[in-house]
């Protein structure tokens, strides 16, 4: 059985898209088989961010419609041959998505895939409800400004109340916090949220904070997840976070404040 | 999408209205006595609803002629809109003339309310100062129509983030954090164990003794019995504090737990 995982955030442009290209990636580097499917149908993305938007054949209407097999909309990422991508229609809008046929897309992936990343498009509307309404775990993407994290402050209500762990009453959904675009001169100078402060709203496991860098847009122009920089920050702190979520214990870099700062940040938490 | 602006919404709501507790059934007695009250305060009295009272009348089995009290009392300038404890006759004569009869609130005198607590409970006799809460929308029902509506008590352990609403027929504990964006309700108290950044609004349905206890006071909007403060009215000394929020003479009191 397939882990899966919804990338999430309610607010647009925050970096879903590229956070699940490169956890996609990420997961599909360490050996296991990954599945990335565009939930944002009528604004496909994803292929572009993973650069494979010319061997776009069939797409995830296609299969939910019956017109096409899984095997034959999923394309197999070049750089990585345990990743596969299901992207979204772009003629087509979100009215197109079942709920059923969802369903019956993530059980048919389920079964011979390790983990499935959802990426959801932004708001709270029906793409976004069926992207998470499968889900096991929950990447949370903030920016650190107060209308991203009261964004996904909202989302995290949704998906502790609409997915379909809690109409069952199963153990709801794992929720992981990732901070993007964090620009620790600018936290220093009071422009930006701190992760403390993102953290007393949200109060979530913190994943990973995923710096600002020039390297993630050039990155998703070359349709290279930017995980495959690695000598890139963004790249790198992505890294961590797949190795976080894989259960490694990792230190938390780019925060760039002082070990007293850190010390007490971590310190008092479990 | 088809735009739904709808028609009408009912609402449960409490308002205000004197009481005129009657002694005698001396039509020339009571009007003399009435415009030598109107007379103390004509503005206060102008056009206001009144509640007539007829226990008193009936211990000491006076009979009345309700239709023309009922008049005697629109020329005097009141606004009569119900009766309570009046006989079978006089209810029915009230229900004739298009006048509620109040049969919650038979039982027991009249107290003044304290500031000490009391718990709300259809079943028990309701704490009333002289001025008594009527509730709105009301029909002239059967006495006993209404069931007893059972008050639960809801507890929450998770936080309660933006957007969500949580409503309590009792009494609301939650001990998590409630995110700005969140609205919890209760009819009765509400206590939270932490932050409150959201809307708290308690005795919704006008129970004027209910309060609000929270950890660390950030709230959006704190309400009693429909009299609220928003956060740009709440006092900078007790924000971010420990705090018991309650209601004396309509006004809501946010005082420091230490």
Same mark, same amino acid.
């Given at each position: 059985m397939a882990r899966i995982i919804v990338v999430t955030s309610?607010?647009?442009?925050?970096?879903k898209t590229t956070t699940s290209a490169a956890i996609a990636m990420g997961l599909a580097k360490r050996g296991h088989k990954t599945a990335v499917i565009d939930f944002d149908v009528g604004l496909r993305n994803l292929d572009l961010i993973l650069g494979c938007e010319r061997r776009v054949v069939y797409d995830f209407i296609n299969v939910i419609n019956g017109e096409a097999s899984l095997n034959q909309a999923l394309i197999r990422d070049k750089n990585c041959n345990l990743l596969y991508i299901l992207p979204a229609s772009?003629?087509?809008?979100?009215?197109?998505?079942?709920h059923e046929g969802v369903g019956k897309v993530l059980d048919e992936l389920s079964k011979d895939f390790g983990y499935i990343v959802c990426d959801s498009p932004a708001g709270i509307e029906k793409g976004a409800n069926l992207a998470l309404?499968?889900?096991?775990?929950a990447f949370v993407v903030t920016n650190p400004e107060i209308s991203s994290v009261r964004d996904s402050d909202r989302m995290l209500g949704i998906l502790s109340s609409k997915s379909r762990r809690a109409e069952r009453n199963e153990e709801p959904i794992k929720e992981y916090l990732l901070l993007t675009r964090y620009d620790a001169d600018r936290v220093k100078l009071g422009e930006m949220l701190s992760l403390e402060d993102v953290q007393e709203i949200l109060s979530l496991e913190l994943l990973g904070i995923i710096p600002e860098s020039k390297s993630v847009l050039s990155a998703s122009n070359a349709g290279i997840?930017?995980?495959?920089?690695?000598?890139s920050e963004a790249g790198q702190a992505y890294a961590d976070v797949v190795a976080r979520y894989l259960g490694e214990k990792l230190p938390h870099r780019?925060?760039?404040?002082k070990q007293g700062f850190l010390r007490r940040l971590f310190g008092g938490r479990k | 999408m088809v735009n739904t602006s709808p028609t009408l919404e009912f609402k449960s709501s409490t308002f205000f209205a004197p009481i005129l507790i009657l002694y005698t059934n001396d039509m020339i007695a009571i009007e003399q006595t009435l415009y030598e009250k109107i007379n103390l305060a004509p503005d206060f009295f102008k056009d206001s609803p009144l509640m007539i009272d007829l226990r008193e009348l009936n211990k000491l089995n006076l009979d009345l002629d309700f239709s023309q009290l009922a008049q005697l009392l629109r020329r005097v300038g009141f606004f009569p809109v119900g009766i309570r404890g009046g006989n079978e006759q006089q209810n029915k004569q009230a229900r004739a003339l298009s006048l509620p009869i109040d049969?919650?609130?038979?039982? #027991?005198n009249p107290i003044i309310i304290g500031e000490t607590q009391k718990q709300e409970n259809t079943q028990q006799p309701l704490t009333q100062p002289e001025v008594a809460a009527i509730k709105e929308?009301?029909?002239?029902?059967?006495?006993?129509a209404i069931p007893p509506v059972s008050a639960t008590t809801i507890l929450v352990t998770q936080p309660i983030r933006s957007g969500q609403r949580i409503y309590a027929s009792g009494d609301l504990i939650i001990l998590s954090q409630v995110s700005a964006g969140a609205e919890i309700m209760a009819e009765g108290n509400i206590h939270v164990y932490n932050t409150l950044r959201g809307r708290a609004l308690a005795g919704?349905? #006008?129970?004027?003794?209910a309060r609000i206890f929270c950890f660390d006071l950030q709230a959006e909007l704190i309400s009693i019995a429909g009299d609220y403060k928003t956060s740009e009215d709440l006092n900078k000394q007790t924000y971010s504090s420990p705090v018991q929020i309650y209601l004396q003479n309509h006004a809501l009191i946010i005082k420091e737990i230490a």
């Amino acid at each position: 059985m397939a882990r899966i995982i919804v990338v999430t955030s309610g607010k647009g442009g925050v970096g879903k898209t590229t956070t699940s290209a490169a956890i996609a990636m990420g997961l599909a580097k360490r050996g296991h088989k990954t599945a990335v499917i565009d939930f944002d149908v009528g604004l496909r993305n994803l292929d572009l961010i993973l650069g494979c938007e010319r061997r776009v054949v069939y797409d995830f209407i296609n299969v939910i419609n019956g017109e096409a097999s899984l095997n034959q909309a999923l394309i197999r990422d070049k750089n990585c041959n345990l990743l596969y991508i299901l992207p979204a229609s772009q003629t087509r809008d979100k009215d197109a998505l079942t709920h059923e046929g969802v369903g019956k897309v993530l059980d048919e992936l389920s079964k011979d895939f390790g983990y499935i990343v959802c990426d959801s498009p932004a708001g709270i509307e029906k793409g976004a409800n069926l992207a998470l309404y499968f889900a096991d775990d929950a990447f949370v993407v903030t920016n650190p400004e107060i209308s991203s994290v009261r964004d996904s402050d909202r989302m995290l209500g949704i998906l502790s109340s609409k997915s379909r762990r809690a109409e069952r009453n199963e153990e709801p959904i794992k929720e992981y916090l990732l901070l993007t675009r964090y620009d620790a001169d600018r936290v220093k100078l009071g422009e930006m949220l701190s992760l403390e402060d993102v953290q007393e709203i949200l109060s979530l496991e913190l994943l990973g904070i995923i710096p600002e860098s020039k390297s993630v847009l050039s990155a998703s122009n070359a349709g290279i997840p930017v995980i495959l920089d690695e000598k890139s920050e963004a790249g790198q702190a992505y890294a961590d976070v797949v190795a976080r979520y894989l259960g490694e214990k990792l230190p938390h870099r780019f925060i760039d404040g002082k070990q007293g700062f850190l010390r007490r940040l971590f310190g008092g938490r479990k | 999408m088809v735009n739904t602006s709808p028609t009408l919404e009912f609402k449960s709501s409490t308002f205000f209205a004197p009481i005129l507790i009657l002694y005698t059934n001396d039509m020339i007695a009571i009007e003399q006595t009435l415009y030598e009250k109107i007379n103390l305060a004509p503005d206060f009295f102008k056009d206001s609803p009144l509640m007539i009272d007829l226990r008193e009348l009936n211990k000491l089995n006076l009979d009345l002629d309700f239709s023309q009290l009922a008049q005697l009392l629109r020329r005097v300038g009141f606004f009569p809109v119900g009766i309570r404890g009046g006989n079978e006759q006089q209810n029915k004569q009230a229900r004739a003339l298009s006048l509620p009869i109040d049969t919650v609130r038979e039982l #027991g005198n009249p107290i003044i309310i304290g500031e000490t607590q009391k718990q709300e409970n259809t079943q028990q006799p309701l704490t009333q100062p002289e001025v008594a809460a009527i509730k709105e929308p009301k029909e002239p029902v059967q006495p006993a129509a209404i069931p007893p509506v059972s008050a639960t008590t809801i507890l929450v352990t998770q936080p309660i983030r933006s957007g969500q609403r949580i409503y309590a027929s009792g009494d609301l504990i939650i001990l998590s954090q409630v995110s700005a964006g969140a609205e919890i309700m209760a009819e009765g108290n509400i206590h939270v164990y932490n932050t409150l950044r959201g809307r708290a609004l308690a005795g919704v349905h #006008g129970n004027t003794a209910a309060r609000i206890f929270c950890f660390d006071l950030q709230a959006e909007l704190i309400s009693i019995a429909g009299d609220y403060k928003t956060s740009e009215d709440l006092n900078k000394q007790t924000y971010s504090s420990p705090v018991q929020i309650y209601l004396q003479n309509h006004a809501l009191i946010i005082k420091e737990i230490a």
